[in-house]
């Protein structure tokens, strides 16, 4: 199977002076060595800034990418966030989906920079969880709530249903709402009690929905994005359900 990793990466808001201090090079790479199946081809697509002090650098990313030499079946690739306003995961994970849809990638893994694989076999254990349920539906290993997924495992009908990984309306906060409603909508969310992964980045790199004053008002702020991603959940769910795709 051909994988494709989509993953928004940024050394703002860190006082890192070399790869080896950032997230991606020291947990999301490095737990994915000693993790992955090797049977299967991955290509991580890495969402970046231009001028990013590391993930621009060309001699950091030769550094980089001599790691990812040593696994098996693994490819790299740094991809320009242009034209994006800062702090818009949505719209990064999304032209990160549609180039690796585009390479005729399979299976898609979203999830951050900083991600702490614990569990072996987690990705054949995702792909045989789709494969059960005709390779609709959404799968990943437990992050930090047993209930939900923070990081999304999909098939390529995830396009053909949505057109998109997220939807745009959306920003950063509650894009995970999103995926986890319209999947548990038709029932086809995958939880991987046996799996594990886990955040380890600390505190966010970007504001909350890309609003100053969200922490000013948090409940009630919360309460408004929490019914408007609740709306998007249920305009989604209708589409694919008027499709007859599901």
Request: net charge neutral; with cysteine; proline share 3%.
């Amino acid at each position: 199977m051909k994988i494709g990793i989509l993953i928004p990466s940024t050394s703002h808001g860190r006082q890192w002076t070399s790869y080896k201090e950032s997230y991606l090079f020291n947990l999301t790479l490095k737990t994915f060595l000693i993790t992955y199946d090797k049977e299967h081809s991955y290509t991580f697509y890495i969402g970046i800034d231009r001028g990013d002090k590391i993930l621009d650098n060309e001699n950091e990313i030769a550094q980089i990418k001599r790691f990812i030499s040593i696994m098996k079946n693994v490819e790299i690739e740094f991809m320009y966030m242009d034209n994006i306003p800062k702090g818009h995961l949505t719209i990064m994970w999304n032209r990160l989906f549609q180039k690796a849809y585009d390479d005729n990638c399979e299976y898609f893994f979203q999830c951050g920079d900083d991600i702490d694989f614990k569990t072996l076999g987690w990705v054949n254990a995702c792909i045989q969880t789709l494969q059960k349920a005709n390779n609709i539906g959404m799968v990943g290993p437990v992050n930090n709530n047993n209930f939900i997924l923070t990081q999304s495992f999909v098939s390529r009908k995830h396009m053909e249903l949505f057109g998109y990984y997220f939807p745009e309306e959306i920003i950063n906060w509650y894009c995970d709402d999103w995926i986890n409603g319209v999947y548990k909508g038709i029932n086809k969310l995958f939880v991987l009690q046996n799996h594990m992964c886990g955040n380890m980045g600390g505190p966010p790199r970007y504001e909350i929905n890309n609003d100053p004053t969200f922490v000013l008002n948090f409940n009630e702020n919360r309460r408004i994005y929490q019914d408007r991603c609740s709306e998007i959940v249920k305009r989604d769910l209708l589409k694919i359900k008027e499709r007859g795709k599901t």
